[in-house]
């Protein structure tokens, strides 16, 4: 069985290297970034005024957000 050069596995036919540890966990906080980004955009959109003082709350509850996504979709 060939070995993989790049991640020392089975060669098998549709051998795909497993993701290194730090793109996962960059990919991981880019979600969150994005998801907490995504989160304050919808308060402003929703609340341009500032009426509901939530903006910790809505950048926390879209980091979940973006990284349950970022999660379901690797899976
Ligand atoms: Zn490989």
């Known amino acids: 069985m060939a070995t993989c050069p790049y991640c020392k596995g089975h060669l098998t036919d549709g051998h795909r290297c497993p ?3 730090i793109y996962v966990v960059a990919e991981i906080v880019a979600a969150a970034i ?3 980004l ?3 955009i919808l308060l402003l959109a929703f ?3 500032g ?3 939530a ?3 809505a950048i926390g509850a879209g980091m979940l957000v973006g990284i349950g996504i970022n999660r379901f979709a690797r899976s």
């Open 47 to 49: 609340d341009p005024r």
């Open 51 to 53: 009426v509901v003082t």
């Open 55 to 57: 903006d910790g709350l």
């Open 19 to 21: 993701r290194r540890r």
């Open 34 to 36: 994005a998801g907490g």
């Open 38 to 40: 995504g989160g304050w």
